[in-house]
């Protein structure tokens, strides 16, 4: 039986896949982050000149699906890798963006808390 899947797991398996080949030193934040812009660029491309409506489609093609599932891959790869990188948490990191943005976006009705915490 495989083991589940957990980021800790994928950022490991990613380090020694890149550790086996030696691509460590090219593994800089720079290069991840550059590596990682052009990886979201070729899923937006995916996406490019869909309507709205074609684009909530896109996974109803089989050939486009495996595209869209193999860009997502190399854009979350990369951002893993960056994170390892970086000794940034990205769950941790999501986590407090989330809480950040539920005090700067309250409810429609809600008042946004004081400034000072």
């Not at 800790?8 to 398996?13: D, V």
């Not at 909530?56 to 891959?73: G, I």
């Not at 790869?77 to 989330?98: N, T, W």
Request: hydrophobic share 45%.
């Amino acid at each position: 039986m495989t083991e589940p899947l957990d980021v800790a797991g994928l950022q490991r398996r990613l380090a020694e896949f890149a550790a086996a080949r030696d691509w460590q030193p090219y593994h800089t934040p720079k290069n991840l982050v550059s590596a990682l812009g052009v990886e979201a660029a070729e899923l937006q491309e995916i996406f490019q000149w869909l309507t709205p409506e074609e684009s909530a489609r896109v996974m109803d093609d089989a050939d486009t699906a495996a595209r869209v599932r193999d860009e997502v891959a190399d854009v979350l790869a990369y951002l893993l890798q960056l994170c390892e990188v970086l000794g940034v948490d990205p769950l941790a990191a999501l986590d407090a963006k989330i809480d950040r943005n539920e005090r700067r976006f309250p409810r429609p009705g809600e008042r946004p808390p004081p400034l000072s915490e």
